[in-house]
């Protein structure tokens, strides 16, 4: 056998079992790819209902790069006067153009330890405060989901501790006299602190397009190398 | 010639292979993303019928103090229902509250109003049946509910033991340094050390209980209508203490799930009842009031 044809085989071989790796890496991570659709028939009569009526939580605010302590959550160190960029998922799972407007919450613990956040109409003072947000406005089309960019500023001299915020998605529907404001707050922890540690990441979803394009590659060189063998011997012979 | 022919078999073997594997790898990576939901796509809503209409609030004449307004669990189409889309362990909260209620010259304080859920209630505030009627509530904590259907009898028949204790309430706690001044009983202008801490349309407390609406906030100075439902205006000397009782209620936690802790897939409602108990004391006139009331619903 020719080096070139070992070389080859190995190659291949080495690729494969490297695919297969991946496969199983994917395998593994899987739950943390962009967000699915998954809805039912129940959702859509559902949707269908708040259409008329207008009134629900129909989005939501999802990290892009979720943590593996509170995925759901954003959690951040960082020291006094540094200012954090992330981004999020803002999304409508309703069937029909949804309009909701996006805050900052400072969050608290009420005295048996649940959490609340302040409302629209207050001012935040703490983390609330902080937030700046690429956009704010949203009317988003059924089942869209968007990517926004936000910052938040730690202030500079702010006593180093935990504090909570949130990012409030709210949708407010005018009644007769008392409107009704339905919103989906997501907590934000940012601990303030002068040795911040980095807060670990779920990895990072694997995608295919590199990979199958480099494989179609070097299969075509390869099916190339040995047409080109084939042709020569046939013309020796 | 034999070992060639095996090894070039070999290397077509592995090129198709190498050609069909990404597709099968990518074929079996979508099956998964299918069965795998992502979490967190809970969503939560009320009908349309839950609105407080205005014969709800106070009538010019009406000897009634107590108006109602009620989401019975007992009606499919008249609750508050959480969806939560998938079994990942998304666990959440759904709070409460409520604001003032204005009228162009008039206040009705949250403080006014007592809320409950409604809820087969069992030892621990949880049904757990999720099917037959009244229309369940399977499979969340209901902190504040009541254990009524919403069949027979009233609101305040069934659940005045828990419209009692769960009357809406604000912040109590003082801001001790202000005001910074001495303050007369006729001024509107109040200093304070800082002004951010206090909101337009919120009531304050003084130190000898009378009430003061803030109608607009300068810095270090807050703007205020003295004496209101049903005080006095009067002196303070400063550092008496003021109390920002906000322009909203303290949030009430009305549901938690899933129960247990990281269930399943669902769809969780709970009934609602509403009830404003008018103190005497204060001279609420009959108006065309309004506001709005926050549900809040997030993961823990």
């Given at each position: 056998m020719s080096f070139i044809k070992k070389s080859i085989l190995a190659f291949l071989s080495f690729f494969i079992l490297t695919s297969l790796c991946f496969a199983q890496e994917i395998e593994s991570d899987s739950?943390?790819?962009?967000p699915q659709e998954e809805t039912s028939q129940n959702d859509t009569a559902d949707n269908d209902n708040k259409k008329k009526t207008?009134?629900?939580?129909?989005f939501s605010i999802d990290p892009?790069?979720?943590?593996?302590?509170?995925?759901?959550w954003f959690m951040y160190e960082a020291k006094p006067g540094d200012v954090i960029e992330d981004e999020m998922y803002v999304r409508n799972t309703a069937d029909y153009i949804n309009e909701f407007y996006i805050y900052g919450t400072d969050g608290a613990y009420n005295e048996d330890g649940d959490k609340i956040f302040t409302i629209f109409d207050e001012i935040p003072s703490?983390?609330?405060?902080?937030f700046n947000f690429e956009e704010t406005d949203y009317a988003l089309e059924p089942h869209e989901v968007i990517k926004k960019k936000f910052t938040i500023t730690i202030p500079e001299n702010i006593e180093p501790k935990e504090y909570l915020g949130g990012i409030a998605a709210e949708k407010l529907v005018k009644g007769s006299s008392v409107n009704r404001a339905f919103r989906m707050v997501v907590p934000v922890n940012i601990k303030v602190t002068d040795n911040p540690q980095s807060i670990p990441l779920k990895p990072i979803p694997v995608t295919y397009t590199p990979f199958f394009w480099i494989t179609l590659g070097i299969a075509i060189i390869s099916f190339s190398y040995l047409a080109v063998s084939y042709i020569k011997r046939r013309g020796k012979k | 010639m034999e070992k060639n022919n095996s090894i070039n078999v070999l290397l077509i073997f592995l090129i198709v292979g190498s050609i069909f594997f990404p597709s099968i790898l990518s074929a079996q990576s979508e099956q998964k993303a299918s069965i795998n939901i992502l979490p967190g796509y809970i969503t939560m809503n009320t009908p349309s019928s839950f609105s407080f209409d205005r014969t709800f609030l106070p009538k010019a004449g009406?000897?009634?103090?107590y108006l109602y307004k009620i989401l019975t669990p007992?009606?499919?189409?008249?609750k508050l229902t959480v969806k939560?889309?998938?079994?990942?362990g998304q666990n959440f909260h759904v709070t409460m509250s409520l604001s003032n209620l204005f009228t162009s010259n008039q206040i009705l304080p949250f403080t006014n109003f007592s809320t409950t859920t409604l809820a087969i209630d069992t030892i621990n505030n949880?049904?757990?049946?999720?099917?037959?009627?009244?229309?369940p509530t399977a499979?969340?904590?209901?902190?504040?509910?009541?254990?009524?259907?919403?069949?027979?009898?009233t609101l305040d028949d069934n659940c005045s033991t828990e419209l009692n204790s769960n009357t809406l309430v604000g912040n109590?706690?003082?801001?001790?340094?202000?005001?910074?001044t001495n303050i007369t009983n006729s001024t509107n202008l109040i200093p304070v050390s800082?002004?951010?801490q206090y909101t337009i349309d919120e009531i304050i407390i003084f130190s000898d209980g009378e009430k003061a609406l803030i109608t607009q906030i300068d810095p270090g100075i807050l703007h205020v209508e003295r004496g209101i439902l049903g005080t006095t205006a009067s002196e303070h000397t400063p550092a008496s203490g003021i109390i920002p009782v906000g322009p909203e209620s303290q949030q009430l936690d009305i549901m938690v799930g899933p129960e247990p802790p990281g269930g399943r897939i669902g769809a969780y409602s709970l009934g609602f009842g509403f009830r404003s108990l008018i103190?005497?004391?204060?001279e609420i006139q009959a108006g065309d009031y309004s506001g709005h009331i926050t549900f809040t619903l997030y993961i823990t």
């Open positions: 739950t943390n790819n962009e207008g009134g629900g939580t129909y892009v790069r979720p943590n593996t302590i509170k995925p759901t703490e983390a609330g405060s902080w | 009406d000897p009634s103090l007992n009606i499919e189409s008249s939560d889309a998938d079994s990942s949880i049904d757990v049946n999720s099917s037959g009627l009244p229309f499979n969340i904590t209901a902190p504040i509910a009541c254990s009524w259907d919403g069949l027979n009898g109590i706690t003082p801001i001790a340094i202000d005001p910074t800082n002004s951010t103190d005497p004391a204060e």
